[in-house]
């Protein structure tokens, strides 16, 4: 008990919301005692946040498809972390567990907050910084956003922006183990060259390095059946000029967008809509949420089989989440980005 | 037979593409003799023609969900008209007729094209315009957009912009039979009026005299599950901020962007659709073609029963035909706008 409650738990706040690219003044870093959990309450000790675009629409203000962070409160993040102590029957102290544990070194979760907060224990023999790529909300956001709103069929040539990054690299590994052609688009040689000769791409074009519209023209030369959408901007627009009858676009994400100081560029070819007789449809995570363990279920089995691999971009210390989030924002994360706040 | 040969087909031909908004030297007038139909053929005197938004697509170059116009070519267009000759037992002298009969006093047929014209049969008790309006293309284009694509629900709300023309009267008057909200969008108090008071719109919003986004806010205090898009543009974001989860949009056209000479404004808002789970879907009618026949037989009970109704705009005259497909842009057209080229 003692040892718990000398701990001092480090927290960063939203200090005011950003207005383009976070910057330091929008944050504040505070610190409070830990205390023990009381009946039905678990501690959580942060191992590993997650680090994810969806967190800059969650500093705005207003309405979306979850409340925004409030100021002053804690930085909401989800992430990993070990079981320090318990009176959950649940959850054991040493469990490691996939919580919503937000921008904080540990994390107490009263009883009445264990089931609201989505906290399960994960096996940690599948790596534990998988369980915020492949096997966590990522990996379910690829997985569900393809299989339900993308509707692949073998064959079938899908596009993915954002291919290196966290849900990028599972949808394109699900669409080629569901038989499609599967083209990446991401920033640089070096992520090409892992989406195709690790992940087994057919293609992946370089938005920083080629030219996209030439891109695309090459290597879907029968149209694109599937595009799921991880950045807006004029990628977008430029996959809509080529997709096929009934083509099916799944919006899971802009960051092209998020930090506009000026208004969010609508996609121009929106008419090729139209013309297509496609759709455009946007995924949620969370509305899958009782079925998680399905998906996470069948990927797990990938893994498992050497089918499917999951690549994270690990920073080190919890003093640098705010520069570390900018990484996603010009592309420097190379894989699902990572903070390693402690040592498992 | 001497009685045909001895008369003359007046044409309007595409001479030249669009810059913006059509003008007098995009079209060239033609003349040629009328001959008769050779075995199996069909002669069709055009009565009626339908002038329509899609129109101004079918003028410029470039792939879309048909070919365009060629140059030189008598300028597309659907028509009501009677056959004065056939050598095709399917269709006798005195049958008034659908078809494609293009911009021209008379139009032939020969026997390898009268399938594949679509020609069809139509019975004049029921109108002869309300075939080009709610038993024609555009409400085949309501019908099938509406039921098949915005899937309606009764209890849900309804937006339809360009309330008051041939897809928006079609569209608004179906959800109510349905059972749905319904909130049409139109320029000038005479068609809302109209909309409301004539075909039982819950409530119609005058885009030209009011602001839009009070208006939806005001008559759409649920938010909107189904908006039929038949403008795009500014009208099309502001709809997009009220849309519901699960809501559908149906891409039918963008009559605000046809003669941009910009480039089209893409929907900013369309990150709605991810924020509300929201699908965006394009419809062309021709997909539904095989049947037609139900989609006509339901409008044609709702007719009959006195509970649809089907207003034309009718403009008089063949040699009208540039300055009359002028009133779709600027809105002049009340109810489906349509040219009388000779009397019945």
Redesign the interface.
Known sequence: MSAITSLINRQIRLASRPHGLPTAENWESTTQPVTEPGPGGVLVKTLYLSLDPAMRGWMNEG???IPPVEIGAVMRAGGVGRVIASQNPAFAVGDFVNAGLDVQEYCLIPQEQVKRNGMFKIDPRLGLTTWLNVLGMPGMTGYFGLMEVGLPRAGETVVVSGAAGAVGQTVGQIAKIKGCRVVGIAGGKAKCDWVVNELGFDACIDYKGSDVRAGLKEHCPGGVDIYFDNV?GEIL?LVLARINRSARII????IS?YNNTT??????????????????????VF?YADRYHLGVAEMAGYLKAGTMKSREDVVQGFENFPATLLKLFNGENFGKLVLQVADA
């Not at 208004?263 to 949620?284: Q, W």
């Open positions: 309405k979306s498809y807006g627009d919006i899971c994400g802009a967008q208004p969010v560029k609508g996609p121009a070819n929106y008419l090729s809509l139209l013309v297509n007789r496609a759709r455009m449809e946007g995924i949620v509305d």
